[in-house]
């Protein structure tokens, strides 16, 4: 898929990403989490914790595997892509359980 | 595997574990300490100075006693269960509020029938041990050190996932093999890898659990905020604080309340299996007579270190909250539960409990190794560019490595060890214990810095082991032939004399390698001795 070789060189860039982006990323997925599962209007049922302690293996999966991307400038792209989407979906489902 | 990628997860694990390593160290040798905490405690806890605690039939006497002569127990008082040097009285109180507790007193009845009250506290040097635990070593205030262990957790996650992806291609081929050999960063690497392969588990767990320990607030800061976008804002009015405080209820109102000792029989009809080990009644206008409780129950994880609670109408027994109760719970909370269960290793009785210390102390061993590796690769860099000496960087690393965990190690056993001997009515204990252990440490960071990686090696683990047989030696020498023994203190001491052996065997060993060992590894000291003639 790619001619140019992976190195850790550009290590900043792309681990930033992981931290900005990739939390923004997992509040938007455990979120949905929470508005498919979680009832009542207290934020601390069980599903709620859950939906909190899904924000550690899904952020760390991000922070683990950022170093795949290319670059740096790759890495904020297709994250800021897969926020974008997952963003959407949050709202989307609010607005459909509501 | 394409070697780039593994190329680069190398650099990535070399790095993150640089960083995150020493810190690393001091969680999991304190944490393989925390599993035995009570015992701990127990065995650290000076002799109550009360008569022994009254059944628990006659314990309705001693609590009107106590109701009548102390007003301000009315509002909330604790009935125990378990009795032992760690929670010397059956009936105890507390002054302040949750945040901010004040003084605990411990009640008795004396043989003639009369009330005594003791302040004595149990000795608080098992919650330093789970401090130094929580906040991988750091002295500073909860809030600011605990977003740098979370930041460390991130760290430690990353370093097992690249830690990983550095293994893939050559498992197979290194997994079972212990290269005892010649090549000594190769036979570090091969036990690293062993190590760090068949406890992959126990360290996910741990990593994934640390950083929810350490951001939990922020998340449901951060999820509460997204939830509330757009939502008609509920203005929820607390209590007036600040107000003046709540009268103490009338001794006739608390009559209400079931005694003890049928109280805890109703419990078990509820809940066949479970041991309970406190109640507290308490009482408000709001809320009227409530309690809570608090036990174990080895069949189930509980959601505290040792502990799951629950709510009880104090009145009729009826248990009336039981999300964190073991084996009261539903799918939902069973399953989060199970997540602090896995961490704090509570699940399954005193098994489980010996291999999460087995485990603690492996993985503080893992990161170790992990260092050496680091120093070693970097040392055999230079002698191939030319450099006779070694930089300083590899220098002052060698040296943290060897100060670092040896000062942890010895920092914990003396202020262990000190549990003993300081005077029992001294101001402020924890603070005594805090303040020993930072001095120890602090002075085996610097004689490592100032001798040396190879010389301050063998210095240091001769000082660890002697620190560690103190805590036995503690046990002869203090309070005199009076104390009473327990399968618990013996356990205490038992592990310290067999942790202060293998320091003295690890010390003569690195004594050896010092005089005996290759002269260009940062651990010879011949070396070192004639670049400094």
């Given at each position: 898929m790619s001619d140019k070789e992976l190195t850790s060189r550009d290590w900043f860039g792309k681990a930033s990403a992981a931290v900005v982006l990739g939390f923004t990323l997992t509040l938007a997925l455990t979120c949905t989490f929470a508005a498919l599962f979680s009832r009542g209007d207290s934020y601390f049922t069980a599903q709620g914790q859950m939906a909190m302690w899904l924000s550690s293996p899904i952020w760390c999966v991000i922070l683990s595997f950022c170093f795949f991307f290319r670059s740096g400038i790759q890495a904020w792209t297709w994250l800021a892509a897969a926020n974008l989407i997952a963003w959407s979906l949050y709202f989307g489902i609010r607005q459909l359980m509501s | 595997m394409r070697t780039d990628i593994v190329k680069t997860y190398k650099d990535i694990h070399s790095w993150v574990g640089i960083i995150a390593g020493l810190a690393l160290f001091i969680a999991f040798y304190a944490g393989a300490i925390t599993m035995f905490e009570e015992p701990l405690q127990r065995w650290a806890s000076p002799l109550t100075e009360l008569s022994p605690p009254p059944s628990l039939e006659r314990t309705p006497d001693l609590v009107d006693k106590v109701l009548a002569a102390h007003p301000e127990a009315r509002k909330s008082y604790r009935v125990h269960l378990a009795i032992g040097?760690?929670?010397?009285?059956r009936v105890s109180w507390s002054t302040g509020s949750r945040r901010e507790p004040g003084i605990t007193y411990f009640a008795s009845l004396a043989p003639d029938g009369s009330l005594e009250v003791s302040t004595q506290q149990p000795s608080e040097v098992a919650q330093l041990i789970d401090i130094l635990h929580q906040q991988v070593g750091l002295p500073f205030e909860h809030e600011i050190a605990m977003p740098i262990m979370g930041a460390i957790a991130l760290l430690y996650a990353i370093a097992i996932v690249s830690g990983v992806i550095c293994l893939l291609p050559s498992l197979i081929k290194d997994l079972?093999?212990?290269?005892?050999?010649?090549?000594l960063k190769r036979m570090w690497l091969d036990l690293h890898n062993v190590l760090g392969l068949f406890s992959l588990p126990f360290h996910i767990v741990m990593a994934l659990t640390s950083v929810i320990f350490a951001f939990h607030d922020q998340f449901y800061d951060a999820q509460r905020a997204v939830q509330n976008i757009g939502a008609t804002q509920v203005q929820r009015e607390g209590p007036p604080r600040g107000g003046p405080p709540e009268a103490p209820p009338e001794l006739a109102v608390l009559e209400e309340a079931l005694p003890p000792a049928e109280l805890v029989r109703r419990i078990g009809q509820q809940m066949p299996g479970f041991q309970l080990r406190t109640i507290s009644y308490e009482y408000n206008a709001e809320e009227g007579h409530h309690g809570h409780i608090q036990g174990g129950d080895p069949r189930y994880g509980v959601r505290g270190p040792t502990y799951g609670l629950g709510e009880v109408d104090t009145r009729t027994g009826l248990i009336t909250e039981g999300d964190y109760l073991p084996g009261k719970q539903g799918p939902w909370f069973a399953a989060i539960s199970s997540f602090f269960a896995v961490h704090f290793g509570n699940f399954g009785g005193a098994p489980v409990r010996w291999s999460y210390f087995a485990l603690g102390l492996a993985g503080a061993f893992l990161f170790y190794s992990g260092n050496l590796l680091w120093i070693e690769s970097r040392r055999k860099k230079e002698r191939k560019s030319g450099a006779v000496e070694q930089t300083r960087a590899t220098r002052i690393l060698g040296a943290l490595t060897v100060g670092v965990p040896l000062g942890c190690i010895a920092g914990i056993s003396v202020t262990i060890a000190a549990a003993k001997w300081l005077p029992a009515g001294l101001d402020n204990l924890a603070s005594w214990h805090s303040r020993i252990y930072y001095a120890v440490f602090l002075l085996a960071v610097l004689w490592a810095l100032g001798r040396g990686a190879a010389r301050s090696g063998a210095e240091l683990l001769w000082a660890a082991a002697f620190a560690t047989a103190l805590v036995p030696i503690a046990s002869l020498t203090a309070f005199g032939a009076g104390e009473p023994r327990s399968d618990a203190t013996l356990l205490v001491e038992l592990v310290a004399a067999f942790g202060a052996a293998s320091f003295a065997m690890m010390a003569r060993a690195a004594r050896r390698r010092s005089v005996d060992g290759p002269r260009d590894s940062i651990w010879s000291a011949t070396k070192s001795q004639a670049a400094t003639a």
């Open positions: - | 040097a760690e929670q010397p009285a079972f093999a212990l290269r005892f050999g010649k090549n």
